[in-house]
């Protein structure tokens, strides 16, 4: 048996579900025509609804952030006031800030891109730079909430949300940190979507009115997921799920490493990380019947919730709130021929 | 006693910088006293400023997939030194994680054209640009270079990145998520991050002086460092010459300003107690300090506020200087640059001075070197670095000589 590491006792996100704090009650969202930009004809997406931060957070200033920045405060709020948590009461210089994204942020580093197109490189506005550093999200959390540990930012080939997780758990497992709030996400950007699209990664139900189908490319998404982490048994609280350990390779033997890691674990479901790759679903789905055949239940991404690299703890929060059996669940994502990610957790 | 398994060693260094590709090459230039530093009109219009590039990076065609940026590029090359005593068909190479840093990564491929009518851009040649851009891709430029298939990871901490990525890959290897880890960072000279510092009217028009009572800002440099490592016991099951010990490591926040560093260095100096507390040593041991120097006004003030703070009970002054003043501030890469000069400083017995420094701001805890290199015996040094956002990270390096590991 794995000895649990870490609890989740706390969520918050922002997602096109809007900003909650703990798990996400059920609920149908559909892909939203875009309109922050021009296109040539429909274009859809899983949007974040615009909405105001300080609305939800009160006294938050967001308006010379990035819309990623903005939405990890919110995140990070909702995930803390989840958790039941006064930081005032907690040392501050052991908290540490994981925050998991594909592209940072993209929205500040595009604007600064058009300073450069209309006034040249001599000529750029000052203040989207520093804001358009990835780790500029992880920064404010740092500055809102006051805490003063490790701040670390990760981005890796669709598996970011499972990477950050795993460096987070690691930070409190060697006394780096007593609470980590790890986060992941990104936001869509007209320049981003158009990659996509010039890439041909698109689903069709993001050029007409069709239900979101699985395996003939992907419908975009933003947002962002926020967990608190913490020591089992620092606090007597509820916990969402113990997480016990992970693994991750964009080109590794998937199979080997995962029974490796599992030992004599044995998960009874497999959750679906979906992640950024178009198509996760089936190959995940074969990969989890390798490691456990048929035996453990499968909770399948949810295609509403749309795909990023980022988010496979989206994908966690609403597979949590679909109330699986308890026990012990693999999180599960592939990418490409080789890549995975598998997080062995408890669930209570 | 050494606990071979919870002790971090560096049996791997690979370097390029403006001094060229290797380790003794970089040795060799900075103990010749030369600055790299030079002045620079062609990266976009209109700029005027002092510059570090390097000269003679082969170009490096990816085959397989995206186009490879410049720093990509930099980064491969800089790993490829690395590990060159190793067969790449290892199984330790094989299995080995990447984490990597970097601030620029691909944006150095992309011009403004792509602000304007993104889908455009792309037909004209932009989608191969675009895919070297999300931070991820320098580690994964690397693994599929090197056939190495761990985990690969991107750190972003700003300019503490890539003494981020050494001290998170510690972390990976304590856990047994890899076998051997490549840690480091890589970033390229490019017209978003050089008017971006002059936008914030943070670069020095002539050759930077840290720590100067005089000095006017930094200067931006590029390159790319990489060290190998692995626990005690991996590379003795292997054979490996062991280069260094990582002592210790830590990393925090100053929770203070986004873009400015705590006035009294509070974040810093917790950082470099932490490292010490985990390496179990205390200011008085320290025998050198590679500082992240910028010569920005307030980074250095901070700085120095820190080493009062740390290092105010020891009986002499720590020796400090910041190498930045060879080179420039090689941003994600310059955390990994500078571990590799706190190395040197334990191997060789050399500590490199800070150049152009002729009227030190007054610190009575730091002996800021300078005038001449000085050649005795440290047993332990230390590099520490800081960035945008309030980061910080403090990594020590020993010799080969493993005292203890962490339980």
């Not at chain 1, 089936?282 to 509403?304: D, E, H, Q």
Request: with cysteine.
């Amino acid at each position: 048996m794995t000895p649990n590491l870490a609890a989740i006792t706390g969520i918050g996100s922002v997602s096109p579900y809007g900003p909650l704090a703990g798990l996400i009650p059920p609920c149908a969202v559909e892909p939203e025509a875009i309109t922050a930009w021009p296109t040539s004809g429909l274009r859809r997406a899983f949007l974040v609804k615009p909405f105001r931060p300080a609305s939800v957070v009160p006294g938050l200033k967001t308006r010379r952030l990035d819309r990623l920045s903005a939405w990890a405060l919110v995140a990070s709020s909702l995930a803390i006031q989840d958790a039941g948590i006064d930081l005032s009461q907690e040392d501050r210089s052991r908290v540490a800030v994981v925050f998991g994204t594909g592209l940072g942020c993209a929205e500040l580093t595009e604007a600064f891109f058009h300073s450069a197109a209309a006034h040249g490189w001599s000529g750029t506005d000052p203040s989207p730079f520093p804001e358009g550093l990835a780790n500029a999200p992880a920064s404010h959390v740092a500055l809102w909430h006051e805490v003063r540990g490790p701040n670390i930012t990760v981005g890796c080939k669709t598996f970011s949300g499972e990477s950050a997780l795993i460096q987070a758990a690691s930070l409190l497992r060697h006394g780096q940190a007593d609470l980590a709030i790890v986060l992941a996400g990104d936001t869509l950007t007209r320049a981003v979507y158009e990659w996509y699209e010039a890439a041909g990664l698109l689903s069709p139900a993001c050029y007409n009115s069709e239900p979101v189908t699985d395996g003939s490319g992907f419908v975009p998404s933003e947002g962002v997921a926020a967990l608190v982490l913490e020591p089992n048994g620092r606090r007597k609280v509820r916990a969402y799920a113990h997480f016990s350990s992970g693994r991750w390779s964009v080109d590794g033997e998937a199979v080997e490493t995962i029974r490796q890691m599992l030992g004599s674990s044995v998960p009874n479901v497999t959750i679906c990380a979906g992640n950024g790759a178009p198509c996760a679903t089936s190959s995940t789905s074969a990969l989890a019947g390798k490691i456990s055949g048929t035996s453990a239940g499968m909770v399948r991404a949810p295609a509403a919730a749309g795909l990023t690299d980022t988010s496979a703890l989206l994908h966690l929060i609403l597979a949590l709130s679909s109330q699986p059996p308890s026990g012990q669940a693999l999180l599960l994502g592939t990418s490409g021929e080789n890549g995975f990610a598998a997080l062995l957790l408890d669930l209570p | 006693m050494t606990d071979s398994r919870k002790t971090i060693v560096v049996t791997g260094i690979g370097v390029v910088s403006p001094y060229g590709i290797g380790v003794d090459c970089l040795q060799a230039g900075m103990l010749s006293g030369k600055c790299c530093l030079a002045p620079t009109k062609d990266l976009y219009p209109g700029f005027v400023g002092s510059t570090a590039q390097v000269s003679g990076l082969p170009p490096l065609q990816n085959e397989f997939g995206p186009r490879y940026s410049r720093s990509d590029r930099l980064a491969m090359v800089a790993a490829r030194d690395a590990v060159w005593n190793l067969d790449y068909e290892s199984t330790a190479l094989r299995g080995s994680g990447v984490f990597m840093a970097s601030t620029v990564a691909g944006l150095s491929e992309i011009d403004p054209g792509i602000a304007e009518d993104p889908a455009a851009w792309y037909r004209r040649g932009g989608l191969a640009r675009a895919a070297s851009y999300p931070p991820a891709r320098v580690a994964d430029a690397v693994g599929e270079y090197l056939g190495v298939r761990g985990p690969r990871c991107a750190i972003s901490a700003a300019c503490a990145s890539s003494a981020a990525a050494i001290a998170l890959a510690a972390n990976m290897l304590l856990d047994g998520a890899a076998s051997m880890v490549l840690a480091g960072g890589s970033d390229a000279l490019c017209p978003f991050t050089l008017s971006g510092f002059n936008s914030l009217q943070a670069l020095d028009p002539d050759p930077c002086r840290p720590f100067d009572r005089n000095r006017k800002g930094l200067n931006l440099g590029e390159g790319a460092a990489v060290l190998v490592l692995e626990t005690l016991e991996r590379a003795e099951a292997r054979n490996a010459n062991v280069l260094a010990v990582l002592r210790g490591w830590a990393m925090t926040n100053d929770a203070f300003h986004s873009t400015a560093p705590h006035t009294q260095g509070k974040g810093l100096a917790d950082c470099m107690r932490l490292a010490m507390e985990m390496a179990e040593v205390s200011g008085d041991d320290i025998g050198y300090v590679n500082a992240h120097g910028t010569g920005t006004s307030l980074n250095d003030v901070a700085e120095t506020n820190a080493y009062e703070t740390v290092f105010h009970e020891r009986k002499r002054p720590v020796p400090v200087s910041s190498t930045k003043s060879y080179f420039g501030h090689c941003l994600g890469a310059a955390g990994a640059l500078e571990a590799i000069i706190a190395i040197i400083a334990v191997r060789c017995g050399v500590l490199l001075p800070t150049l152009r420094l002729t009227d030190p701001i007054e610190s009575p805890s730091a002996d800021w070197l300078r005038g001449k290199v000085l050649c005795h015996e440290v047993p332990l040094a230390m590099s520490v670095s800081a960035g945008f956002g309030g980061s910080n990270a403090a990594l020590i390096f020993g010799n080969g000589q493993c005292r203890s590991g962490r339980s």
